[in-house]
């Protein structure tokens, strides 16, 4: 854990998409809370340009592999890592048991074989070790207020249709519960220690709304973008380079909203969840 103010760096590096700044600064502030269950060396999964990282950890960590060649040369760029590189994550080039950790963040709901991906977490783990990961969960959906405003008599062809069209922009293919990831988890080799969930219907409310309708060039087209008509006008009223003076005042406005945790582990109501899983020592059981 860091004494980084997560909200503060990141809506500097990405204003004016304030939502996205929020989101990511309020999943890093809850889970940075179980970093200290990871154990060196560490290695971050889907690791992008390792800024997520180096907030996280304050540090510089052994490895980062990701699937895009441009996220992993920005990631070598940084020096966040020790290594860095491109790769499929269900082939890792990492030796049996040499890491202490895995970590990843908002990767797992992208990934089509999770079976597959756990083994091969599995194997580099050491016995012992701890694999520590934020993903969407399936209330995201009903705690969205765009398509919660939808789920209801002659709206709900539109909404499966926008829920659809988000989910193939963003390759949304693996977004479980928890029995489920238990299970996957649990064929794998491992025990799940900790589940939470964060993201509450207020936090939620906040960034789903901005976020789902940024992603519309031109509504009711459903050929989504990752920079949308709302997108475009924020840059355009804000400019690039806004004032200390504007961030302060967003900074102070979204603070108390983003920096919340659910107010005990297992707590039921998010659009996103927190997953702890130690690798079984099957020798000594």
């Known amino acids: 854990m860091t004494d980084v103010d997560f909200l503060k760096v990141l809506l500097q590096k990405y204003d004016p998409v304030t939502f996205f700044a929020f989101i990511r600064a309020h999943e890093l502030y809850n889970v940075s809370a179980y970093t200290p269950m990871l154990e060196e060396p560490i290695l971050d999964l889907g690791c992008g340009d390792g800024l997520i990282a180096s907030l996280l950890f304050g540090r510089q960590l052994e490895w980062g592999v990701d699937v895009s060649q441009e996220a992993v040369d920005r990631a070598v760029k940084s020096g ?4 860095a590189w491109c790769a499929d994550a269900h082939h890792l080039d990492l030796a049996d048991a040499s890491v202490g950790g895995v970590y990843s963040n908002c990767v797992l709901e992208h990934i089509d074989d999770l079976p597959g991906l756990f083994s091969e977490i599995a194997r580099v783990l050491k016995p012992g070790g701890v694999f520590l990961f934020t993903c969407m969960a399936p209330s995201y959906y009903e705690l969205n207020p765009v398509f919660r405003a939808l789920n ?3 709206l709900r062809g539109l909404r499966r249709r926008m829920i659809e069209a988000e989910n193939a922009l963003h390759h949304h293919v693996s977004i479980f519960d928890r029995p489920t990831y238990e299970t996957m988890l649990s064929a794998a080799g491992f025990s799940v220690e900790l589940h939470q969930f964060f993201s509450p219907p207020d936090v939620t409310n906040y960034y789903a709304l901005r976020d789902t309708l940024s992603k519309y060039a031109f509504p009711p087209s459903f050929k989504l973008t990752h920079s949308g008509l709302y997108i475009r006008q924020l840059v355009r009223r804000r400019g690039r380079n806004p004032g200390p003076d504007a ?6 406005r ?3 909203l983003c920096y919340q945790r659910p107010p005990q582990v297992n707590h039921t109501d998010g659009a996103m969840q927190i997953f702890a ?9």
Request: aromatic share 8%; net charge positive; proline share 8%.
């Open 80 to 83: 966040s890592y020790g290594r």
């Open 152 to 154: 209801r008599p002659g």
């Open 247 to 252: 961030l302060n005042e967003q900074y102070d």
């Open 254 to 256: 979204l603070k108390p």
């Open 277 to 285: 899983a130690r690798r079984v020592d099957h020798a000594i059981l």
